[in-house]
């Protein structure tokens, strides 16, 4: 998009950052859905979330850029609805509700430690933690 085409299609500051928040959701829908397994599985849902947790995602690199996202009122009112969606696919997953809000919790504060303390992770953690998370599927009863 050229830069006269830019107040075009967004009038205002607000406008263009409100198409962020709904560009990146839509990105990260199409994720899951490319990374469901082909196979109706037990926890197939849960797993293409927790994949697509942990897929790098430019747009939320950037400090500046989440900065700005906090200070959009509609922030709060698309993540209730992605929320909702998110969760409904893996309250619906079949496994144990226990462990899916396990799951959905972990997943909750890696997206937060990302926006929070993004590369002060090794890889190697990262990656423990995905497969940790990958083998709570594993299972469909309670954790405890």
Do not use: C, N
């Amino acid at each position: 998009m050229s830069k006269g085409g830019l107040p075009h299609h967004f009038r205002t500051k607000q406008a263009l950052l409100v198409g962020l928040i709904d560009e990146w959701f839509g990105r990260y829908d199409a994720m899951v859905e490319s990374l469901l397994e082909p196979e109706d599985t037990p926890g197939r849902w849960t797993r293409a979330h927790i994949r697509a947790t942990f897929t790098p995602d430019e747009l939320w690199s950037h400090p500046s850029v989440v900065t700005a996202l906090l200070g959009v009122p509609e922030l709060q009112q698309r993540l209730d609805v992605a929320a909702a969606r998110w969760r409904r696919q893996t309250d619906s997953d079949g496994l144990h509700p226990q462990r899916a809000d396990l799951i959905s919790r972990a997943l909750d504060g890696v997206t937060l430690a990302d926006l929070l303390w993004r590369g002060q992770e090794s890889p190697q953690g990262r990656a423990q933690t995905r497969d940790l998370l990958l083998k709570l599927t594993e299972q469909t009863g309670p954790l405890v």
